[in-house]
């Protein structure tokens, strides 16, 4: 305590970084602790989780640590597990394709059933979800972690199998998709030409990756001593390139200082892959095709079918045409139905796709899971926190964290959410799997 | 508070990657310790001057080659932020040369005096 009033004042973020310093040792010592302080809550529930991506088994894991008894099943046929925010850095030359995949048996909780199979609907009403090969599961409690659904279907002529072929390119579909646009942005940069970036209207997974890809292609232009003989244009379907305006206002005011254009409100309707011509449909219907030598395509996208087509998903306002999951934004409950939760990239919440969304709102799910399993209400509340490391060239990132409101929360207080930083950049290279393994593990 | 548990589990997932390095370099350094530790005439108070110079020279040649690295630049420095990172990281560098040279240079000291 100081209590001479002459001494100088300490701020309130300063002194909540003394005592954090302060108590470093003690948290040092529990490093290898599981994270939940409390006793187990005793249950016989038998709680399925639905996708087993990052929100689901992280969930998973918190569970396993705060419940005793209870039986959780995991439904997903996916063996691969796959770092979904190295994709960008995979697509760009700067980490090999393997720093993306693991399995994802190597990740899951002792104890749990595993049924390798793909949902295919939901009956909430009975307690129940079905599988693609008609095994009929009934819960007691239901956690959604399907992730989205990328609805290439709507880009006519569109084929993911053609990614890297004919200057072909996106980021999204899979680690192979992403190693296929590095070696087509390779093989563009070498001479140079007319790249085209898109931007769809709908909700995105990663909303920053379409930023990122157009960043990183001006710089290996730019590298290969190409960039004179080039131009690049972003399509962007809305009126905007980011959804928060001051960083779309950063992001515009730097690339007209690189020279990238920007035309808005034009949404990739048809590509024909062979012909290299994509066609731009604008609100009113016009149609206007555009030659490129590279395209980055990234697709819109929506909830999985079964989703949309359950009671489970939105059945009105913005969220319903997605078909995004019905929860409460705060406390990731469904709004209908108390014994569901969502976790993830299905949530229809306002912001937030992404790994950093879940790895501040696994911990509340599972929280608040196990509070309503305890006989209690869910508690907690989530603000919607995300984060972008925006990469604006090799080498340098902005760490740009927001909220529900699109309010800057960087984490830190000495961060500037809107600098160019090596700190960002070693953040995102070197210790964002890292974290998101802890995540993963149920840790942090 | 939670920034720090979840830093703590950043080194700690950095560690299991690298976990046959570290082992091999934590033996490495237990068998210099103990040789130090076991002969006469170790002189640790006079060996801690130069093996802290090399764990300076360490820092001072790891900074400059730390962004290189990470595929940065020093040009890529931003702010007080990204240097105070650096530093950081060099530092620990220099840490661990310092650990290593400070048995090395304890039994050596005890040498000269012989």
């Known amino acids: 305590m100081n209590d001479n009033p002459a001494s100088p004042r300490i701020d309130p973020a300063r002194r909540r970084w003394l005592q954090a310093l302060a108590a470093a040792p003690v948290v040092a010592g529990a490093a290898s602790a599981p994270a939940p302080a409390r006793a187990a809550i005793k249950t016989s529930a038998h709680i399925v989780i639905a996708g087993s991506g990052l929100g689901g088994i992280a969930v998973a894991n918190r569970l396993a640590g705060l419940l005793d008894g209870a039986k959780i099943t995991l439904v997903d046929r996916k063996e691969e597990h796959n770092y979904q925010p190295g994709y960008t850095l995979v697509a760009t030359g700067v980490w090999p394709v393997e720093k993306v995949r693991d399995r994802n048996a190597d990740f899951q909780p002792a104890g749990i059933t595993w049924v390798k199979d793909m949902v295919a609907g939901f009956d909430p009403a009975a307690n129940a979800v079905v599988t ?192 995004w999951l019905e929860v409460d934004k705060s406390t990731l409950q469904h709004r209908r139905y108390p014994n569901v939760f969502g976790i993830g990239d299905i949530n229809g919440t306002p912001r937030g796709k992404t790994a950093a969304t879940v790895k501040k709102s696994a911990p509340l799910v599972a929280h608040n899971l196990a509070e309503v399993i305890a006989g209690r209400q869910a508690n907690e509340s989530f603000d919607g926190y995300t984060s972008c490391p925006l990469i604006t060239r090799e080498g340098s990132a902005m760490l740009i964290e927001f909220d529900y409101e699109g309010r800057l929360t960087p984490s830190l207080p000495m961060i500037e959410p809107l600098q160019d930083s090596f700190f960002a950049w070693l953040m995102k290279v070197r210790m964002l799997k890292p974290a998101y393994l802890a995540v993963l593990k149920g840790r942090v | 508070m939670y920034e720090i548990w979840l830093m703590l589990n950043i080194v700690w997932e950095i560690a299991l990657g690298l976990w046959p390095l570290l082992l091999a370099a934590a033996v490495l350094w237990g068998i210099l310790m103990l040789t130090a530790w076991r002969r006469a005439g170790t002189r640790w108070r006079a060996g801690l001057p130069l093996a802290l110079g090399v764990g300076v020279l360490v820092m001072a040649v790891a900074a400059p080659l730390i962004p290189g690295w990470n595929r940065s630049t020093l040009a890529d420095m931003g702010y007080w932020v990204d240097w105070a990172n650096l530093l950081a990281v060099a530092a620990g560098f220099g840490a661990v040369a310092v650990a290593f040279a400070w048995p090395l240079s304890a039994m050596r000291q005890g040498l000269a005096q012989r």
């Open chain 1, 132 to 323: 693609a090969g008609g095994q009929r599961i009934a819960y007691d409690f239901l956690v959604v972690a399907t992730g989205v659904q990328l609805d290439f279907a709507q880009i006519e002529g569109m084929d993911v199998g053609a990614i890297g072929t004919h200057g072909l390119t996106s980021v999204y579909p899979s680690p192979q998709a992403a190693q296929a646009t590095w070696a087509a942005m390779q093989a563009f940069t070498a001479k140079g030409g007319n790249a085209v970036m898109t931007l769809p209207a709908t909700p995105l997974k990663c909303a920053g990756a379409p930023l990122k890809m157009s960043f990183m292609l001006r710089d290996r232009l730019l590298k290969a001593g190409t960039l004179g003989a080039s131009k690049i244009s972003f399509q962007s379907a809305l009126g905007n390139v980011f959804g928060v305006k001051v960083v779309n206002d950063n992001v515009l005011e730097r690339w007209q200082a690189l020279g990238i254009d920007v035309e808005f409100s034009r949404k990739l309707a048809a590509i024909d892959i062979g012909a290299r011509r994509a066609t731009f449909v604008s609100p009113e219907g016009e149609r206007q095709e555009m030659p490129y030598d590279f395209i980055h395509v990234v697709p819109p996208m929506r909830a999985p079918d079964a989703v949309k087509n359950s009671d489970l998903a939105w059945q009105a306002g913005p969220f319903a045409a997605g078909g």
